[in-house]
C-alpha cells in the first residue's frame, strides 16, 4: 500500500517547518527528499515514524506497519559493543536456526566493512564506524518501511557508496525514505528524487 501524504504541516512556535506538502510513496520504492538546512527534511521523517504530530494535513498507507529508523545521531549504547547494540534491537527470541544469530550479525557487520570492530565498546569507534553500525542495526530490524535521516554524515566517499548498495541490497521490497542536503547521495541510492521546498 503507498504512502499518501495530504496537505501536511507543521508549526514550531511562529516558524512553520512545512506548509501544505503532499505527496505519493509508493510502496516498495526509494524515495530520497531534499530541502536546505531547517527545511522540514527531519521534521517530516518524525511525523512519518510517528514521534511528531502534524498541526493539519493526514497521512495514509502507515497502519499496521513496523518502521525502522536511522537517526541523525546514531543512538548507539556507548559502553556495548556492536553485535550487543544490534541484539538490543533484534531481541533474544530470534537467536536461533532461523532467526538472528550472533554469526549473521557479525556477517553483516562485515558487509559494512567494520570486520574486527565487533567486540570493542562502540564509544571507542570513529564516528564513521558508528554510523554504519547504526545503519546496520535498523536493517536488521523487523520492519516495512525504513527511514533513513541523513544517513551518510561522516562517511567519506567510498563508504558511501559502500552503504547505498547495502542498503539497497537488505531492503529489496521495502519502502525506503531517507532525507539529504546531498544530491549525489539522493543519486547513489536510485529511486524518486523528492524537494520539499
Known sequence: ???????????????????????????????????????????????????????????????????????????????LNAITNIRIICGKKNNGPKGITDSRIYDELEKAGLKGNEKYPVRELSGGMRRRIAIVRALMADYDILILDEPFAGLDWENKKRMADYIKEKSKGKTVILVTHDKAEAEIMGGEILNLK
Open 1 to 79: 500500500m503507498d504512502i499518501v501524504i495530504n496537505s501536511l504541516s507543521k508549526k514550531y512556535g511562529e516558524k512553520e517547518v512545512i506548509k501544505n506538502f503532499s505527496a505519493r510513496i509508493k510502496d516498495g520504492s526509494v524515495l530520497s527528499v531534499m530541502a536546505p538546512s531547517g527545511g522540514g527534511k527531519t521534521t517530516l521523517l518524525r511525523i512519518l515514524a510517528g514521534l511528531e504530530t502534524a498541526d493539519k494535513g493526514y497521512i495514509e498507507g502507515l497502519e499496521n506497519k513496523k518502521v525502522s529508523m536511522v537517526f541523525q545521531e546514531d543512538r548507539l549504547c556507548n559502553d
